[in-house]
């Protein structure tokens, strides 16, 4: 309230200052108008006449010239000037004073909302946002979808975002439909069974179990199906199948895939004891032959020369994060945390590596 008085009253002397002028007389222009002057100088010749200074006959001929000009200017002053003109500016400023509000109040009563209270910002930012769109756009298709039951596409434009609010048990239902209606594909059984999933709590249930084998027999390259299949072999505590699959998901991952860090951590988390996640697969391979003792010592050496090749060049941040998953692996987090540091500063003055650097470590639980 307090800032509409100030918007107010900055409104009303801004209209105040324009218009007193057009309010005041122009009793202070006649002072310095051409018949004052004239007048002054049929004095100062009196005076100088009184005093001696000018001759008779040469103060009577300025005399006549002086009240020639003193009569044409008080002939045209009149008409520049007009009394009637003041009483018109003073009705005119009057009326801008007291009209202007008036106007304004009668505009905003039928057209604004002058009953609406206020909220703070972070509300009115909420109250516009995200979530009402999204709720606005659920409506609009869940009454499209009543009518049109046998829609695939508005099933499958309906799911994720029903999935997106929270609504597990709705997103499954719809998932189901837009196989219905649309036809079986792996990524909609990897959809489906996510839902499942997500309903459960995150559990990988039996029967998002098996939507993702469909998923996979249709399609054995769905990084979604591969990833929660090892999901559930890990959940089951079958951490070495769980390694084994997201191994082999990430062997076949592109190198920029948005998942591939979820992938990686996954793999560290059940990577303990011999299986080695900073690895690549063929090293892996290569070391399933050999005993226990052997390969400890093979991933040791091969870490320590990943350690050492960082501290001569450090710009590789995956060869970071590869070092960190394996400290965290071997259950040396000490030294993940010095690696961590030492990641940081050595790409410190790359701004997009210190990004890709700081996703990966939170990724392992190291951010911040």
Do not use: C
């Not at 609010?165 to 036809?183: E, I, K, Q």
Request: hydrophobic residues 45%; proline residues 4%; aromatic residues 6%.
């Amino acid at each position: 309230m307090t800032l509409w008085f100030v918007f107010a009253l900055m409104t009303v002397s801004a209209i105040f200052a324009v218009l007193w002028p057009l309010g005041r007389s122009s009793g202070a222009q006649d002072q310095g108008s051409e018949v004052a002057v004239y007048k002054d100088q049929l004095a100062e010749i009196e005076r100088d006449l009184a005093a001696g200074l000018i001759p008779a006959p040469e103060a009577e001929a300025a005399r006549v010239e002086i009240s020639r000009r003193l009569l044409a200017a008080a002939a045209s002053e009149p008409a520049m000037a007009p009394k009637s003109n003041l009483k018109w500016r003073r009705a005119a400023a009057v009326l801008a004073l007291a009209g202007l509000p008036l106007v304004a109040v009668g505009v905003y009563m039928p057209l604004g909302s002058p009953r609406l209270q206020d909220f703070p910002l972070a509300q009115r930012e909420r109250g516009s946002g995200v979530a009402q769109s999204l709720e606005s756009l659920v409506v609009q298709v869940e009454q499209h979808l009543e009518k049109n039951p046998t829609d695939g596409r508005g099933w499958n434009v309906l799911a994720p975002v029903l999935e997106r609010l929270g609504r597990f048990d709705d997103a499954v239902r719809a998932y189901r439909n837009s196989l219905t209606y649309n036809g079986e594909s792996a990524e909609r059984r990897s959809d489906l069974g996510e839902a499942i999933s997500a309903a459960a709590g995150g559990v990988v249930t039996a029967e998002a179990k098996a939507e993702f084998e469909r998923a996979h027999a249709l399609n054995a390259d769905d990084p979604k199906a591969n990833y929660f299949l090892g999901l559930a072999a890990e959940q089951d505590g079958r951490k070495g199948d769980a390694a084994t699959i997201w191994r082999a998901l990430l062997a076949k991952a592109p190198a920029d895939a948005p998942w591939r860090a979820l992938v990686q951590s996954s793999l560290a988390r059940v990577g303990r004891g011999g299986t080695m996640p900073a690895l690549s697969d063929e090293t892996v391979a290569a070391s399933k032959d050999m005993a226990e003792g052997d390969r400890n010592a093979m991933v040791r050496g091969m870490v320590d020369r990943l350690a050492t090749r960082l501290k001569q060049n450090g710009d590789d941040v995956e060869g970071w994060l590869r070092l960190v998953r394996a400290y965290l692996v071997m259950g040396e987090r000490d030294k993940a945390m010095g690696a961590s540091a030492d990641a940081r500063q050595a790409v410190a003055s790359d701004a997009e590596r210190l990004r890709q650097l700081n996703d990966g470590l939170r990724t392992l639980g190291l951010g911040g």
